[in-house]
């Protein structure tokens, strides 16, 4: 037990922190931007793709600046997913790749979020802004007509047409393990198996696992386990299958859209806990995927090589205090 007077001062001291956030950046969601706004976005991505890798040395497949971040994310893949941490330390990921556009590829302004949910209630996902050819992040891959394994299927308009990736696989073999020279690619996936060509059928781009009727769903859980759970499971992971290709295995941050996703992602956890001291400190579930050891907010989060010092859970509960200072246009 703390003497009443230390207590205070640790009350202070939080009080204090939280004050620093006075104008928290606004993310918008993609629509809201104008067009010089989406422009500026999307140069400073295909920037970070484009510096080359500044940590893991001694991993050849690891090229760009981008590619930090994916062999990250790939490799923690099993620490940082159907575990407690998932929200947390998605949050702290696309932080820093907003912090990386800003001050490695001068970028002005905030991470954009991609609510999937208005297209799912339009029923017309393919025809998403975010996969427009000229504003966007360009569409679904194409057949080339090349033979090379990785080169068959690409994404062949908008800024990110025909990138080389270094880090997983391309198509057809984008579920395997290791890594392979491939363009980076989409293979929309409605769910509903290939038609007579080999070409999947797009139908509703299974909108059921994310549009409103879903996510009031999800919105409706009292705790954090049972909400996070249900948003991890399904929103989450579906946009990654609906969109496969690059966008479906653990080095999916190699897919642009990956940040918007889980910006929203993320947005819909910061909405679900509204800044209520209940929900700011609910956070519970496991460690490890067999749900062996209890989590708890003093957790460390593992970074690997992307920072000198282990991110805190508690610190990445409020995204108006702490380390961050951000709010979402629609919460
Ligand atoms: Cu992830």
New binding site residues.
């Given amino acids: 037990m703390l003497p009443r007077s230390i207590l205070a001062v640790f009350t202070l001291a939080a009080g204090a922190a939280a004050s620093f956030c006075r104008n928290p950046t606004v993310r918008k969601e993609w629509r809201e931007l104008t067009t010089t706004e989406k422009a500026e976005y999307i140069r400073a991505a295909v920037c970070l793709r484009k510096l080359p890798k500044a940590r893991y040395p001694g991993i050849d497949a690891v090229t760009t600046r981008m590619d930090d971040l994916v062999y990250t994310?790939n490799t923690l893949n099993t620490d940082?997913?159907f575990v407690a941490n998932?929200l947390p330390w998605?949050r702290w990921?696309v932080q820093l790749h907003e912090y990386m556009l800003r001050s490695e590829c001068g970028f002005t302004g905030a991470q954009p979020y991609w609510d999937w949910t208005i297209d799912g209630d339009a029923r017309d996902m393919p025809n998403s802004p975010v996969f427009d050819p000229v504003t966007g992040f360009g569409g679904d891959g194409k057949r080339t007509g090349r033979s090379e394994r990785g080169f068959q299927r690409c994404v062949v308009d908008g800024p990110f047409a025909n990138t080389n990736l270094t880090l997983g696989n391309g198509w057809p073999d984008v579920n395997l393990d290791g890594n392979s020279l491939h363009c980076f690619t989409r293979e929309f996936n409605g769910g509903l198996g290939l038609d007579e060509n080999g070409d999947d059928i797009i139908g509703d781009m299974q909108v059921g696992a994310y549009n409103s009727t879903t996510m009031a769903r999800v919105y409706a859980f009292g705790t954090f386990s049972g909400m996070a759970d249900i948003l991890e499971g399904l929103p989450h992971a579906q946009i990654h299958s609906i969109i496969f290709g690059d966008m479906g295995p653990?080095t999916?941050p190699n897919e642009p859209l990956f940040f918007l996703h889980?910006a929203n992602v993320d947005r819909v956890w910061a909405k679900w806990q509204g800044r209520n001291a209940t929900r700011l400190a609910d956070y519970t579930g496991f460690q490890d995927q067999n749900r062996t050891i209890s989590a708890s907010m003093n957790n460390t989060m593992p970074i690997l090589e992307l920072g000198k010092t282990k991110p805190i859970v508690k610190n990445y509960m409020d995204t108006q205090a702490g380390p961050l200072c951000y709010t979402y246009s629609s919460m």
């Fill in positions: 994310h940082i997913h998932f998605h990921f653990a999916s889980h």
